[in-house]
T-cell receptor
């Protein structure tokens, strides 16, 4: 159980394109999902917390107009990288938590490797 | 602000030896500490976790210890095998002002197990 599906796994597109990444909890409901960015050989940097039915909470330094997050249902959160540029190229990975308790583990998707040309 | 420090950044051991990874956290309100293993190009996988009311937890060859007073927690892998080679991340969950929580990750430890 507790499977998180992320799509697409890889995107290559031109500068200026907007890219949407989907994160789905397949066998559980997730009121909260998390979006991370990971640079090569580096840690997972939390970008934002996606809350079902309300606005996302962004970490300091993350542009909310650049990285649009929508959590329209209990099983789906989307991250849209608007007007992407080469510096947005990275590995983006989502996670979801089962239940609402703080001491529950997060389950990660497979990640999306975004390359902006 | 919240911070999780992890050491060492790279660890190389001989097959069969033990490996220890140490982390410290800054927020005394943290009460949940998961450990994740990430193989190259793959998703992080939870391998073990510990809650603040427990000092030690073991699962076969993996154990985690927590010292809340010192704000330290450690991962111990015994009888290491080549398939243990991966990047390991410690993390700490903290409550946010809005009543939710977020997880802060350490920088990661790249473990190499030599056959």
């Amino acid at each position: 159980g507790a499977v998180v599906s992320q799509h697409p796994s890889r995107v290559i597109c031109k500068s200026g394109t907007s890219v949407k990444i989907e994160c789905r909890s397949l066998d559980f409901q997730a009121t909260t999902m998390f979006w991370y960015r990971q640079f090569p050989k580096q840690s997972l940097m939390l970008m934002a917390t996606s809350n079902e039915g309300s606005k996302a909470t962004y970490e300091q330094g993350v542009e909310k107009d650049k990285f649009l997050i929508n959590h329209a249902s209990l099983t789906l959160s989307t991250l849209t990288v608007t007007s992407a540029h080469p510096e947005d190229s990275s590995f983006y990975i989502c996670s979801a938590r089962v239940g609402t308790r703080v001491d529950q583990p997060q389950h990660f998707g497979d990640g999306t490797r975004l390359s902006i040309l | 602000g919240e911070n999780v420090e992890q050491h060492p950044s790279t660890l190389s051991v001989q097959e069969g030896d033990s490996a220890v990874i140490k982390c410290t956290y800054s927020d005394s309100a943290s009460n949940y500490f998961p450990w994740y293993k990430q193989e190259l190009g793959k998703r992080p996988q939870l391998i073990i976790d510990i809650r603040s009311n427990v000092g030690e937890k073991k699962d076969q060859r993996i154990a985690v210890t927590l010292n809340k007073t010192a704000k330290h927690f450690s991962l111990h892998i015994t009888e290491t095998q080549p398939e243990d080679s991966a990047v390991y991340f410690c993390a700490a969950s903290i409550l946010t002002e809005g009543g939710g929580f977020k997880t802060i990750f350490g920088a990661g430890t790249r473990l190499f197990v030599k056959a």
